[in-house]
């Protein structure tokens, strides 16, 4: 991976790091007043594509208009989420209500079971003793016969984490998958090489019964490719660069892939990310291939990307949770106003620590790498154990914290967001937001990284609890917007107040009191 961007760069070419780009965090940030609620604009930029079946071409086209501001050059210690670590267990009790539009009116039957899908026996043998499912989740019995039914139309999904997104979009790549033809029939494309390994591994167990082949980016095997050489694998994944090279270099040919998946596609589709190189595979491979599948796949789609994925991907059939249903009504969530960054420190050594040890496990969550570091010296110095991760850390270092914390070792761990997505530890049923958080402009309520966050509690249907510590008048907009947004009350909790804290924590079913 390079650490900058030349001008012959794709976007998950460059360092992670150099992602995080923006002012650094401090108490005089401006603070801007509530935007208009405003649901049915496009995208920035894209203010003028009317509905077609030409869309993905108009976009392309604004898209190459599109001038991005750039901004400083230094990280700030601004970690994005590690997306390498994704749970392989199902939530089977999660939205009461999905909501389905399907094209052209089609009705399609929920599956009660995966022998109604008509999936090869070698499928089912994977699914059942590789993967240990007993049947469809409540997600996957709504999507799946969407995605397998011929003439086999597009999706556009969201729904929760741990539902069974990954499990709906690698099935169908398998099944559309000719076990006798040896070439390129079905590709994933991922935001990030760590998630691609994930996705891959998955991909493997599942068809492990099928004999379908399958390669990926991340494979070192794969970096010595030139002109003379061909991947004749049947299946994909990858990440945006390292496929647009292949691509041109004619080292992949697109032109028998039949479905085309993205992977975090709300990340795929921002403008800020890799939204350009997005369309315009769309538009490479649609050019190859008028019929290909595309399914877009994400736990969060705000109004405007999710607008946006519409006219990329127009007439698709699309499934969605409702925002309101995505606040995970059986995490407890609450506000605790700090008169000061020193005050949520106490309450951490005051209120939160102490509980710990009758809690199960609890992430703390922070905005920059100082802040994971300095916070974790701080407990520690009061004789607190606990561990930290942030993007600065060696991989192995991390890796080692993480395996800890699966294993129960370490019962208390603070983060950056590079564990907000895809990180999955059951016993996990407190979270405390000690920095609320924000878009990178600073000013704007990050909604769906505060899902990701609290979502890391109350894990397949158990109880849990978010504590944010609110300082200042800006981090109380942004707690009021929150709330707003997801209509769902976030009462406050005083932050001095340890019979409260014992209080709340009782009716959230994490102590006895």
């Known amino acids: 991976m390079q650490a900058a961007a030349s001008p012959t760069s794709w976007a998950d070419e460059v360092d992670a790091e150099e992602k995080a780009k923006s002012p650094e965090v401090h108490k005089s940030a401006p603070v801007l007043p509530p935007q208009a609620d405003d649901d049915d604009a496009p995208p920035p930029g894209f203010e003028n594509v009317k509905p077609s079946q030409d869309n993905a071409d108009a976009a392309a086209e604004l898209l190459a208009n599109v001038k991005v501001t750039e901004e400083n050059t230094t990280t700030n210690g601004v970690d994005d989420p590690d997306l390498s670590i994704k749970q392989d267990r199902l939530v089977d009790d999660g939205p009461g209500e999905i909501k389905t539009v399907t094209a052209d009116n089609t009705i399609y039957s929920s599956a009660r079971s995966f022998e109604e899908l008509g999936l090869s026996q070698e499928l089912l043998q994977g699914l059942y003793t590789e993967m240990k499912f007993e049947r469809p989740s409540k997600v996957q019995a709504q999507t799946l016969p969407m995605i397998l039914t011929p003439p086999y139309k597009s999706l556009i999904a969201q729904a929760h984490n741990g539902s069974g997104k990954t499990t709906c979009f690698t099935l169908a790549m398998l099944s559309r998958v000719d076990p006798r033809l040896n070439a390129p029939q079905a590709l994933c494309v991922c935001p990030t090489r760590e998630l691609v390994v994930q996705n891959l591994m998955v991909l493997e167990r599942m068809g492990k019964y099928t004999g379908i082949t399958s390669t990926s980016t991340a494979d070192t095997a794969q970096s010595t490719l030139t002109r003379r050489t061909r991947i004749d694998d049947q299946v994909i994944v990858g990440t945006h660069g390292k496929l647009r090279d292949w691509m041109s270099k004619r080292v992949l040919n697109t032109r028998g892939i039949k479905i085309l998946v993205f992977d975090e596609a709300d990340e795929m589709l921002k403008q800020d990310a890799f939204a350009d190189d997005t369309v315009r595979m769309i538009k490479t491979l649609r050019h190859a291939n008028p019929d290909i599948q595309i ?133 996990v049923t407190l979270v405390i937001n000690f920095d609320v958080p924000v878009e990178r402009n600073l000013r704007e309520p990050a909604f769906e990284t505060y899902l990701h966050r609290i979502g890391r509690s109350g894990r397949f249907g158990r109880k849990g609890a ?48």
């Open 295 to 427: 399914l877009l796949f994400s736990a969060t789609f705000n109004e405007r990307v999710k607008k946006f994925a519409t006219k990329v991907v127009p007439n698709a059939n699309q499934v969605f949770v409702p925002k309101e249903d995505l606040s995970l009504d059986v995490i407890k969530q609450y506000r605790v106003y700090c008169p000061s960054q020193e005050a949520k420190v106490q309450v951490l050594k005051d209120m939160i620590f102490p509980q710990c040890e009758k809690l199960g496990q609890t992430i703390i969550f922070v905005r920059t790498r100082e802040t994971a570091r300095g916070l974790h010296r701080a407990m520690e110095g009061e004789g607190h154990k606990c561990t930290s991760i942030e993007g600065g850390m060696e991989k192995g270092a991390r890796d080692s914290v993480v395996r800890e914390f699966r294993e129960g070792t370490t019962k208390i761990l603070i983060s950056t967001d590079v564990l907000s997505r895809g990180f999955d530890v059951t016993q």
């Open 466 to 513: 978010a504590f944010n510590l609110v300082t200042g008048d800006a981090e109380k907009r942004v707690m009021d917007e929150i709330e707003a947004y997801f209509r769902h009350d976030i009462p406050e909790v005083p932050y001095d107040d340890e019979d409260k804290f014992l209080d709340v924590l009782k009716k959230a079913g994490l102590t006895d009191g």
